[in-house]
């Protein structure tokens, strides 16, 4: 199975500074079509999981523009440019090149 | 507007079986597939298999293997997991996601590639408890 890694697993941020959660796959995430298939999840407390990103560096629709994904082969980046209180959550990365699908650890973002 | 609206929690003693449902609307769910994901008390998100609703093919994570089944009821629009020989650690919040029509391979062969577009969409989450 990949086994994908995400750092750090706890990002305490101040309100208006810029955020990075890294994730790294065990093996390249990059399918024989050609695309890539990492998504970046939000879960905020007591909520269900919300896409944010697709294909590495693809804004779902109504996700704020202050993030993005970034990434290839097996090292992906989601930024978030400016946080927001509302922003606060743990955040995964999941891999859906190789069955079975795969999740990161989680990311746990709080404000300082 | 699309959705996926799972059933209510449940308590179950161990050894038993539980039987979770997904009702899919406000898209074809003969079009799409599903998977199903689970969360323990302040844990991280586990993939436990996927299941067409176009044919009812599957795909199960193998540490569950033997203990779960996934079936669809496209009448109803309606995806179901039942986990079966419950233990104290499958103490979870049970949810199903849109995922795609086929597997990656069958994605390929049928269409020349894949939407990648899974997980768009997940339910509200099923909270269920085993214990004694």
């Known amino acids: 199975d990949v086994v994908m890694t995400q750092s750090p697993l706890s990002l305490p941020v101040t309100l208006g500074q810029p955020a990075s959660i890294s994730c790294r796959s065990s093996q390249s995430l990059v399918y024989s079509d050609g695309n890539t298939y990492l998504n970046w999840f939000q879960q905020r407390p007591g909520q269900s999981p919300r896409r944010l990103i697709y294909k590495v560096s693809n804004r779902d629709s109504g996700v704020p523009d202050r993030f993005s994904g970034s990434g290839s082969g097996t090292d992906f980046t989601l930024k978030i440019s400016r946080v927001e209180a509302e922003d606060v959550g743990v955040y995964y990365c999941?891999?859906?090149?190789?069955?079975?699908?795969?999740f990161g650890q989680g990311t746990k973002v709080e404000i300082k | 507007q699309v959705q996926l609206v799972q059933s209510g929690a449940e308590v179950k003693k161990p050894g038993a079986s539980v039987k979770v449902s997904c009702k899919a609307s406000g898209y074809t769910f003969t079009s799409y597939g599903i998977s199903w994901v689970r969360q323990a008390p302040g844990q991280g998100l586990e993939w436990m298999g996927w299941?067409?609703?176009?044919?009812?093919?599957?795909n199960y994570a193998q540490k569950l293997q033997g203990r779960v089944t996934m079936t669809t009821d496209t009448s109803t629009s309606t995806a179901y997991m039942e986990l079966r020989s419950l233990r104290s650690d499958d103490t979870a919040v049970y949810y199903c996601?849109?995922?795609?029509?086929?597997?990656?391979?069958?994605?390929?062969?049928?269409?020349?590639?894949?939407?990648?577009?899974?997980?768009?969409?997940w339910g509200q989450g099923t909270m269920v408890t085993v214990s004694s």
């Open positions: 299941i067409s609703a176009y044919n009812g093919n599957t």
């Open positions: 999941m891999q859906g090149t190789h069955w079975p699908w795969t």
């Open positions: 996601a849109r995922d795609e029509i086929y597997g990656p391979l069958q994605l390929m062969i049928t269409f020349g590639g894949r939407r990648g577009d899974a997980f768009d969409i």
